[in-house]
C-alpha cells in the first residue's frame, strides 16, 4: 500500500468552488455518496448553496493533497445535534485522503457528539467513519437524489 500523501485542511476560498461543483458532478461520486442535490448540475443552486453555508455556524474546510484540492470537509448544525461530511474527488479514493482529512477536521472541532450518515453500501465512507472512532447507531430510510430512490442509510455517532 502506498504512503498516505500529505493532506492539510484550510478554510474555503471562493476560487475553490468550480473544483468543488466539477467533483460533485462526477455520476460515480454522485451514486456512492447518493443524498445529494436534485439537480447537480444546477450551478446556480450550487453558488447559493454555497454562499449560505460558508455564510452559517458550519465549519467548512477545503481539503489539500499535496497542495492540490481535492475536496471539502465540514462539520455543520446546531449544537448537540451537529453532522460531519466530507467529499473527496474520485481519482483520490482508496489512498487514505478522506481519513486524514476527517481526523483533522475533527481535531479541530472538539465538540461532540457528532453525527454523520452514509448509504448503507457506501462501504467506504462507512470505513472512513469507522476509523476515526464513529459507531453505528441506527439506520433510516430516506430519498436519495442521486439514486431517485428510497434508499437505506447508516446513521452514525462519535461521542469522545
Known sequence: MEPV??????????????????QMNDPESLRMAAFTAADPTDRDAFDAHWKRILASSAVNRTILVDGDVVGSAAVYG??????????????YWGRGIATAALRALLAAVPERPLYARAAADNAGSLR???????????????????????????VLSLRA
Open 5 to 22: 500523501p500529505d493532506v492539510a485542511l484550510r478554510p474555503v476560498h471562493d476560487s475553490d468552488l468550480p473544483v468543488f461543483f466539477r
Open 128 to 154: 472512513v467513519l469507522e476509523k476515526c472512532g464513529f459507531v453505528a447507531t441506527a439506520r433510516d430510510r430516506g430519498f436519495a437524489n442521486a439514486r431517485g430512490a428510497e434508499i437505506d442509510e447508516v
Open 78 to 91: 446546531p449544537p448537540g445535534e451537529r453532522e460531519v461530511t466530507y467529499w473527496v474527488d474520485r481519482a
